[in-house]
């Protein structure tokens, strides 16, 4: 099981990221418009790097629902591999068959 401290932080990103998602969109627009003056595109520029950090969607880290667990998740479960294991065993997960031979 992870840390409960790095997954309510993790749970906070992912919050401030479809917070600002956005007005984030908008202003990276703005900065790539090469139409726009080069005034209106640094001013986008500075707004953007006011925004706070964990407001962007690189900085959040898939995790597994079950553990919390960082490494080896599979993104279409959402789930890691020790978990995914753990219940395939316990026959909690459909399709699933436990291989032995």
């Given at each position: ?10 749970l906070k990103r992912r919050k401030l990221s479809s917070q600002y998602a956005s007005k984030r969109e908008a202003l990276k627009a703005l ?71």
């Amino acid at each position: 099981m992870a840390k409960k401290s790095a997954i309510e932080k993790n749970l906070k990103r992912r919050k401030l990221s479809s917070q600002y998602a956005s007005k984030r969109e908008a202003l990276k627009a703005l900065v790539k418009d090469k139409s726009a003056s080069l005034e209106d595109r640094f001013n986008a520029q500075l707004k953007l790097a006011e925004l706070p950090r964990n407001s962007s969607p690189v900085r959040v880290r898939n995790r597994c629902e079950v553990s919390g667990r960082p490494r080896g998740y599979y993104r279409k479960l959402k789930l890691s591999r020790v978990a995914l294991r753990q219940l395939g065993s316990h026959g909690q997960v459909p399709g699933m068959v436990k291989s032995s031979w």
